[in-house]
């Protein structure tokens, strides 16, 4: 489990995601809303600007997957453990409140083990930037 790995899986399904957003945003809003509905022009440009994100963010994990304990890999560590705490967040509210269907569960375990990974390979690191 090093870096090397977890930015290699990280840019993989993030590249997955963000292309789902982007170009379907109408097949990701059926598997995760509980309406459907209510995907509308508005909450399509906010999904396929967060798509576009998702992508750059995943070009990102894969040019700093051979970074190792550099200021730029761990840079990229801390971003990855960061991103996915607020994202367990997100969808466990999303879930509760009946916004997401109980698919949004899987993002939050799926944010939960990215966030171990990280945050273990983060510490791993600590006063190791060369």
């Not at 399509?44 to 992508?55: D, N």
């Not at 040019?63 to 971003?79: F, I, K, Q, T, W």
């Not at 607020?86 to 949004?104: R, S, Y």
């Amino acid at each position: 489990m090093n870096a090397k790995n977890l930015f290699t899986f990280v840019a993989v399904v993030v590249s997955l995601f963000g292309l789902g957003l982007t170009f379907a945003p109408e097949f990701m809003a059926g598997q995760y809303l509980t309406n459907p509905a209510w995907l509308n022009d508005g909450i399509k440009l906010v999904a396929q600007g967060y798509g576009t994100q998702l992508i750059a963010y995943a070009v990102a994990c894969w040019y700093v997957r051979n970074a190792g304990s550099s200021l730029g890999g761990r840079a990229m560590l801390l971003s990855v453990l960061l991103s996915n705490l607020a994202l367990i967040v997100i969808h466990t509210l999303a879930v509760l409140n009946g916004v997401e269907k109980a698919t949004g569960w899987g993002q939050v375990l799926l944010a939960l083990v990215l966030v171990v990974w990280s945050g273990m390979l983060f510490r791993q690191t600590e006063g190791k930037v060369a």
